[in-house]
């Protein structure tokens, strides 16, 4: 009996074993029951799509043809021009004790900019005022001896190197009186406190110098550059591949990025010669009058204009919507709908029509008003 019982359980396990190993390979056999479900594609609609009820409400334009000149465009920094900097220089030594112009300051010709105590000053008035004792005492010595050689009682020798003591006396005068006007003093006001003067009417752009320090003549800095803001240079980088539409002697419309509205004209003076090897652009140098506008550092848009025509289109003004610091246009799309068309604007022309460079062709169809579309759709 017992026997039967230990056949009966090993046969029930047995039993049991198979159809665990039956169903661990029912479930490998079929992967697709452990699959995760197939994904859903959700297609986001077309922004630049809309759709009207009323397309015969916005009227449409066709763009025209408008040939023109290429234009290149590059951004440039105003930059002083360096043939109207003029170093303010001081010749003698000494310490400041008083400045009287600051970074910026608009100054005139002959104004006085600083005060320098000089050394060199003092020694020159010292050699001045010697000189002039000596030409004196000489000139007293030389009357003298022309009298008593009048009278006989001194020899022609004795005249002759009083004379010459008494040119030579002169010309000390001269030469010390020289000195003191190069070194900037004044010999009817000799004083050792040196006033150093600007040469030339501008703004000073540079500045070298504080109250106290010490003016080491023509080895130090210049204390002062003052410029001559009146004309102005534009430096512009062109990339090597667009120089062929720069060329000397014509002329470049520029917009300074402070003053939009306003255009300026100016021409262009200089081509570097040389290549930045990094950029693969070359200076571009431009002359243009301040009108008083224009400061250095001032980021400018320079427009080229080049000698091959190219053809643009033409569309009403009212068909280019400025949206998000872009230019776009509104064009059929078939049935009810108008598709938003990114373009590239170029120039306001007559007739209020504006020029368009990328982004529509001549005889394209745009919606005359792009305001009005956008603001009914919108709503």
Not at 106 to 115: A, C, D, F, W
Not at 132 to 141: C, Y
Not at 305 to 312: I, P, S, T, V, Y
């Amino acid at each position: 009996m017992r026997a039967f019982g230990r056949l009966l359980f090993s046969g029930l396990s047995l039993l049991g074993l198979g159809l665990l190993v039956a169903g661990c390979s029912d479930s490998k056999s079929n992967p697709s029951a452990e699959a995760p479900p197939p994904a859903t594609v959700v297609h986001e609609q077309d922004v630049s799509l809309l759709s009207v009820d009323h397309p015969e409400q916005f009227p449409l334009a066709t763009a025209e043809e408008h040939r023109a000149a290429s234009q290149l465009q590059a951004t440039g920094v105003v930059t002083p021009d360096v043939s109207r900097n003029v170093p303010v220089i001081s010749i003698a030594t000494g310490r400041v004790v008083e400045i009287k112009a600051r970074l910026g300051d608009t100054v005139q010709k002959g104004q006085v900019l600083l005060r320098v105590q000089s050394a060199d000053m003092s020694g020159a008035i010292s050699d001045y005022r010697k000189a002039l004792a000596d030409e004196k005492l000489a000139r007293a010595q030389y009357d003298r001896a022309k009298d008593l050689y009048d009278k006989g009682a001194v020899s022609l020798n004795d005249l002759q190197t009083a004379e010459d003591a008494e040119n030579k006396a002169r010309v000390d005068v001269e030469n010390t009186t020289e000195r003191l006007r190069v070194l900037g003093g004044d010999v009817s006001n000799p004083t050792p406190i040196l006033d150093i003067r600007a040469p030339v009417s501008g703004v000073i752009t540079d500045q070298q110098v504080t109250n106290s320090a010490g003016v080491a003549g023509l080895g130090s800095p210049n204390p002062f550059t003052i410029s001559d803001l009146s004309h102005v240079w534009i430096l512009c980088d062109v990339y090597e591949n667009d120089l062929s539409s720069v060329n000397v002697g014509e002329t470049a419309d520029l917009r300074l990025n402070a003053f939009p509205d306003k255009a300026f004209t100016g021409r262009i003076s200089n081509v570097a010669p040389v290549l930045d090897p990094t950029l693969r652009s070359a200076k571009v140098r431009i002359e243009v009058q301040n009108p008083g506008l224009m400061k250095v550092g001032m980021f400018v848009t320079a427009t080229f204009h080049g000698q091959k025509a190219e053809m643009h289109a033409l569309v009403p003004a009212t068909a280019i919507l400025h949206l998000h610091d872009r230019d776009w246009v509104y064009v059929p799309a078939g049935g009810k709908s108008f598709r938003r068309v990114e373009v590239a604007t170029g120039n306001m022309l007559s007739g209020n029509k504006q020029e368009v460079v990328t982004g529509v062709k001549p005889g394209d169809r745009v919606v005359r008003d792009a305001l009005v579309l956008q603001a009914s759709v919108e709503q």
